[in-house]
C-alpha cells in the first residue's frame, strides 16, 4: 500500500508518497515520470507523521530556514539509480555538479558509469527536491535534464543561492 497527500509549494502542488515509514515520491505538478513506480493500491493519508516531517523540511527550505533533519526516504530503483541517487545529497545547497563529474565520482567508487547514464538516473529521481538532483547541470553549464522543467529547475538553484551567471538555458541537441 502506498499512502499519498498534497502539499501546496511555491512551486505548485506537490504529491508526495510514503510507505507509511519513509518517503518513496515527491513529485511536481506535471512532472515528467510524474508517480513513476507507485502501486496501484493507493490511499491518501494527509495525517502520517512523515509527511508532516516532509511538510516541516519543505516549509523551511522555501522559507530559506536552517533544515531540520529530513524525513526517512526510500526511492525506489536500480542498484544503478540508487548509486546515483545517493550522490545527489552530497552536493552541496547553492552549489551545482555535472553529469560528467558524477559519472567520474561512480568509476572511481567502481561503478561503470557514463555522463548519459547518470543523467538517465537523475532524471528518474522520485524525491524530487529532497534529493536535490536539480543541482546536476549539462558539462558545458545548460540547465538541462529536470523533470519538472527547467524554470523551476532554475527556481529552485536561486532560491538556494547558486551563482548562475555561467550556467544557461539547454541548447537543441545538447549533450549531458
Request: proline share 10%.
Amino acid at each position: 500500500m502506498t499512502y499519498l497527500t498534497k502539499l501546496a509549494s511555491p512551486l505548485g502542488s506537490l504529491t508526495l508518497a510514503s510507505s507509511g515509514e519513509a518517503v518513496t515520491g515527491v513529485w511536481l505538478e506535471g512532472q515528467k515520470y510524474f508517480a513513476a513506480g507507485l502501486e496501484a493500491e493507493t490511499e491518501e493519508r494527509p495525517d502520517l507523521p512523515v509527511f508532516h516531517q516532509t511538510a516541516v523540511w519543505l516549509e523551511a527550505y522555501f522559507a530559506k530556514k536552517p533544515l531540520p533533519p529530513l524525513p526517512p526516504l526510500s526511492p525506489q530503483g536500480s542498484a544503478f539509480r540508487q548509486a546515483v541517487w545517493k550522490l545527489l545529497p552530497e552536493i552541496p545547497c547553492g552549489k551545482t555538479s555535472t553529469y560528467g563529474a558524477l559519472a567520474e565520482k561512480l568509476k572511481a567508487a567502481g561503478v561503470p558509469a557514463s555522463p548519459q547514464a547518470v543523467g538517465g538516473a537523475v532524471g528518474h529521481n522520485p524525491i524530487s527536491i529532497l534529493i536535490p538532483c536539480h543541482r546536476v547541470v549539462g558539462t558545458n553549464g545548460s540547465l538541462t535534464g529536470y523533470a519538472g522543467g527547467v524554470e523551476k529547475k532554475r527556481f529552485l538553484l536561486e532560491l538556494e543561492g547558486a551563482d548562475l551567471s555561467r550556467l544557461h538555458p539547454p541548447k537543441k541537441g545538447t549533450a549531458l
